[in-house]
């Protein structure tokens, strides 16, 4: 028996590298094999569709900004997703510093009610989400997106702020209370900027949303002005139809400012996403 | 004290209103929009009529929208039972913290962050008869090249796959769970001489019952409203093969069919708080809002 024990202590390391390994290269290997092939010239992809390029050429870059009116995609897309993260936390952070730090009656409820939507499946609302933003005459606008992303976003953001603003002693405002520091001073000089962490998750989450958000934005946006990156890769892929490395280059762009927010503030997703689930 | 005792019912109505108008704008209205509309005969601009739970009986007792429930349950299935499973395995291998554990963790979540629309075009073309790299690997091992996603027998499998094999989300809820299990507990068993797998099967797992009940669960309620995906690389097909609820109700928009396009919005709105609410039953009270999606 005993002499079994370190053979199987083997094949268990083995085993478990090669699962940490499995699942390595399926999260990483689609977007290497992306990248790679977007240095590629048309005719070296179909050769050699698995090698590294051999002799890297950014000419797919330089025809897909070209071709596709990338750079007012990419426009487009930063002001939605910058102001979809602004107006959410502006409003988010109001309501979480009552919610955290106040007692009022059906805060219990507010609260509940808030994060509830979490649960619902936001597709369900194609028919409303249209109807609302055509009769407010928002259709076709940039506006449209922004209030739909940082309403969306709303639930998420309650839940993380909130629980980072109930964290804070109160100590800290009640000394500020004595220093004659008012209801709306509490917020701005005291909560607020201790807040800043909590801030940063909930805006990460509501940036990638935001930035990555593709069915909403087919659904409330019909002229080239307004459409955001993800509807003009999806559409231009009909001018790639024999250019695949170009469009390539183009989805590599497009994927550039989500995976840079999250090589810096990978730690506060994590976080974020670990927020809930030491409750269990 | 600038006698904010008086105002401060005020202030807490002025903080909370803007949040409050968005939140009805965006979740009530809708909610209400579509149960309301799901009872009409509404076809786009015309004039509406009340048409009771006709909507419903012709969408349900409709072919292809009953393979659309079909293929959530199973998009359900897939990610309550396969993918929850192996983001367990993933995290029970991580809570022992082996060597560059921490960047494993971040670069399995990195396919979360980058869009649905690039996700789907990239595997699209590797599940591309073609110059696929799927059929490549294929034809390398000695196989035939197959055309996965214009199958109707493989597509929904081929879309699925890619889908469930991205654990980095559940992942690391659970392994944040796992990681805040007291560590004396591992100490008692290991004095006891229990190996690293009974250790997972009698301590880790036990203790982190509730997250994995709660992951089950948020995983299947993903299941039931899975639409991206599917729309962006097949749009459905072929033949209805990969189809589901939300895929029905945006063609039925499409096809101005309002009332029914709202029924479905209110059937898949069902059958996900469905799934929520049995399971709860099922496995007793975890609280799925406690934790949040992205």
């Not at chain 1, 000419?59 to 910058?82: H, I, Q, T």
């Not at chain 2, 796959?161 to 805040?180: E, K, P, S, T």
């Amino acid at each position: 028996m005993d002499a079994l024990k370190p053979a199987l202590h083997v094949v268990l390391t083995i085993t478990k590298w090669l699962l940490l390994a499995f699942f390595l290269a399926v999260a990483l290997l689609p977007l290497l094999w992306l990248l790679s092939n977007s240095f590629k010239t048309n005719l070296e992809m179909q050769v050699s569709p698995f090698a590294l390029p051999k002799a890297p050429t950014l000419e797919n870059y330089v025809n897909a900004v070209a071709m596709a009116d990338l750079p007012r995609l990419f426009l487009n897309s930063v002001v939605v997703a910058f102001s979809a993260v602004a107006l959410n936390l502006a409003v988010c952070s109001l309501a979480s510093f009552v919610l955290a730090r106040e007692i009022f009656k059906r805060r219990e409820f507010v609260f509940t009610m808030l994060t509830a939507g979490i649960l619902v499946p936001i597709i369900s609302f194609m028919v409303p989400y249209f109807v609302l933003v055509t009769a407010t005459g928002l259709y076709d606008g940039l506006l449209a997106l922004v209030l739909v992303y940082a309403a969306i976003n709303i639930p998420v953001s309650i839940f993380l702020i909130s629980s980072f603003m109930g964290s804070i002693p109160k100590e800290l405002e009640e000394a500020a209370i004595i220093d004659g520091c008012g209801f709306v001073q509490r917020f701005t000089k005291v909560v607020l900027p201790l807040s800043r962490s909590g801030l940063v998750t909930a805006g990460t989450f509501c940036f990638i949303y935001a930035w990555n958000e593709f069915v909403m934005a087919m659904l409330l946006t019909s002229s080239v002005s307004s459409r955001t990156i993800q509807l003009g890769i999806r559409f231009f892929t009909s001018q790639f139809v024999t250019d695949y490395t170009g469009m390539f280059a183009a989805i590599v762009l497009s994927i550039v400012p989500s995976v840079a927010v999250y090589a810096f503030l990978h730690d506060k997703i994590i976080s974020g996403l670990t927020a809930g689930a030491v409750k269990g | 004290m600038r006698g904010h005792a008086k105002n401060k019912p005020v202030m807490i109505a002025i903080f909370l209103a803007p949040v409050l108008v968005l939140f009805c704008a965006f979740f009530l209205y809708p909610l209400v929009f579509t149960a309301w509309t799901s009872l009409l005969r509404w076809k786009g601009l015309g004039a509406t009529s009340f048409y009771g739970l006709t909507n419903y009986i012709k969408l349900l007792s409709d072919p292809t929208f009953q393979l659309s429930i079909r293929n959530n349950a199973l998009w359900a299935l897939a990610q309550g039972f396969v993918q929850v499973p192996l983001a367990t395995l993933v995290a029970l291998i991580l809570v022992r913290k082996p060597r560059g554990w921490q960047l494993l963790r971040t670069l399995y979540y990195l396919p979360n962050v980058v869009s649905g629309v690039a996700l789907a075009m990239v595997w699209v073309v590797m599940y591309n008869p073609q110059y696929g790299a799927i059929n490549a690997l294929i034809k390398l091992a000695g196989g035939t090249a197959h055309n996965w996603l214009g199958d109707p027998s493989t597509a929904l499998v081929a879309v699925m796959a890619q889908a469930v094999l991205y654990i980095g989300y559940f992942m690391i809820i659970i392994l944040a769970a796992a990681m805040n299990i007291p560590l004396e507990l591992y100490e008692a068993a290991e004095m006891d001489g229990a190996t690293a797998l009974q250790q997972d099967f009698s301590i880790t797992l036990p203790m982190i019952r509730a997250t994995l009940v709660t992951s089950a669960t948020l995983a299947m309620a993903f299941g039931m409203r899975h639409f991206e995906a599917s729309f962006l690389m097949t749009g459905g097909g072929p033949a209805y093969a990969t189809s589901t609820m939300g895929i029905t109700l945006f063609l039925k928009m499409d096809a101005l069919r309002y009332g029914e396009a709202s029924a479905a919005g209110m059937l898949l709105i069902g059958f996900g708080t469905v799934v929520i609410v049995l399971l709860r039953r099922v496995f007793g009270r975890n609280d799925p809002m406690s934790e949040q999606a992205s």
